[in-house]
């Protein structure tokens, strides 16, 4: 798999490294613990998961791990501690790369068994005059590493020096990340094309009378057909639960004349893509859920014509508001002027939630919004998602009837290019129209 060797190798790893250290200062030491193993019940666990910041400076999958960086260090500066091979576990668990194999496959200067962690890391720190780590994602580990500087301070009367600051980790590797490189935009790409085929599975397989954990089951079938898996929990909710932004259930039966709104995405390596589509079960939409699809397609071009380089982020979500608020107007759902409607948030009953978000190893990936104040600026390899809705409560009373229980988002995942943009997901059927002809193949 070339796409996965380029994006994780030990070199493009390595350079990563290299450039949060250069960030980083050399008195400074690095720290990133691997994402703990989560228990299910008893004594069964979650499907491991890696750390997205670990993943992305290492390609190392195993749990019980702590990526070490000691700018500067005439030893090594990229350090791990890791399991040691171990037959008996091995034989259970599956096969561990150890100190050794780790440090040959993922290009590394030094690794230790993560058994020797507290006799070794404490000399580490010694001499550091700051850390950089990710304080209060694993309070286990917090506790850990406040009890290894204590024990440096501890000898400070011998002639020890210990850091005197710590700083946020994620300052640094937050930006490192929203920019992506093209190896990563290749797997995002294969993310979202997985995605397209699922979406199109599911909208192929709908009928009425077919339940939400059905049509879910069909596009996790697409995803684990192509190697990849979830990259959150599939929301496909039927009639009035397509108004449940978070809806989570998938238990309910589509009627016809429903509507059916399914947001999934595929994780391919790490990264995520996320898609959103409404359709009607039945394969023809009401002239009122056109309506409103159609004004949420109108609010979907407009937001993307923003998405541009040079381009502050907020204008994407302010596009969207303008002609979201102007239809809802227009159909008789809004009262009043369209600025009256906006500066009072009145659209907000119909439209709770922004336009979108960045994409990557998380489906809401790192990276700041604002910077200095300000919205920021849109740059070439930024990968986000468009994603503008509508959602008329079943027991709105104050609106007609035709409008109530329907709730419609569509969503794409777009990339920044040096021009423009690109639509990752285009493929997939967007418009009325599209849903229509794909759902009557």
């Known amino acids: 798999m070339m796409l996965i060797e380029n994006a994780f190798s030990a070199s493009t790893c390595g350079l990563r490294r290299q450039q949060l250290m250069e960030m980083a200062g050399e008195d400074a030491l690095l720290i990133l613990p691997a994402a703990p193993e989560r228990v299910r019940s008893r004594d069964t666990y979650f499907t491991y998961r890696q750390d997205s910041d670990f993943w992305y400076l290492t390609g190392f999958e195993e749990p019980q791990s702590v990526l070490v960086l000691a700018p500067g260090r005439k030893h090594g500066e990229a350090l791990l501690f890791c399991r040691e091979r171990n037959p008996e576990r ?63 301070r501890s000898k400070i009367r011998l002639g020890a020096s210990a850091p005197h600051e710590f700083l946020e980790l994620g300052y640094l590797l937050d930006e490192m990340r929203l920019i992506k490189s093209a190896d990563e935009l290749a797997l995002m790409q294969r993310a979202a094309d997985i995605s397209v ?67 999934a995405g595929a994780e391919y390596r790490g990264y995520a893509a996320d898609i959103t589509r409404t359709f009607p079960v039945s394969g023809r939409f009401t002239q009122a859920q056109r309506a409103l699809h159609e004004l949420v397609g109108r609010a979907q071009a407009a937001a993307l014509a923003c998405a541009l380089p040079g381009k502050p982020w907020n204008g994407i979500h302010d596009a969207a508001v303008e002609v979201l608020t102007d239809g809802l107007l227009s159909l008789g759902l809004l009262k009043g002027g369209l600025q009256e409607n906006i500066e ?54 104050t609106v007609e009837e035709k409008w109530r229980g329907i709730g419609i988002r569509t969503e794409d995942d777009v990339v920044i290019t040096a021009t423009g943009h690109r639509v990752m997901t285009d493929a997939l059927a967007r418009s009325a129209d599209e849903i229509e002809a794909l759902m009557a193949e």
């Open 90 to 152: 091995e034989g259970w668990d599956g096969p561990r790369l150890g100190p050794e194999g780790a440090v040959q496959a993922l290009g590394l200067d030094d690794a230790w068994d993560i058994e020797d962690i507290d006799d070794i890391l404490p000399g580490l720190i010694e001499g550091r005059s700051r850390i950089w780590y990710h304080f209060g994602h694993d309070t286990d580990f917090d506790i850990r590493l406040i009890g290894w500087v204590n024990q440096v």
């Open 197 to 263: 085929l699922a979406h199109e599975a599911a909208m192929r397989a709908a009928r009425p009378g077919i339940h939400e954990y059905q049509l879910q089951a069909e596009l996790e079938r697409v995803f684990r057909m192509h190697d990849a898996c979830p990259a959150y929990g599939s929301i496909v909710g039927a009639g009035d639960n397509a108004c449940v932004l978070h809806y989570h259930a998938n238990r309910a039966q589509a009627q016809a004349g429903d509507l059916v709104l399914i947001d």
């Open 344 to 397: 009072s948030g009145a659209y907000q009953r119909f439209y709770r939630h922004k336009t979108g978000h960045w994409l990557g190893l998380d489906v809401h990936d790192v990276g700041d919004y604002r910077v200095d104040g300000q919205s920021r600026l849109l740059e070439p390899g930024m990968v986000l998602t468009i994603e503008p809705g509508l959602y008329v409560s079943a027991d709105d009373t």
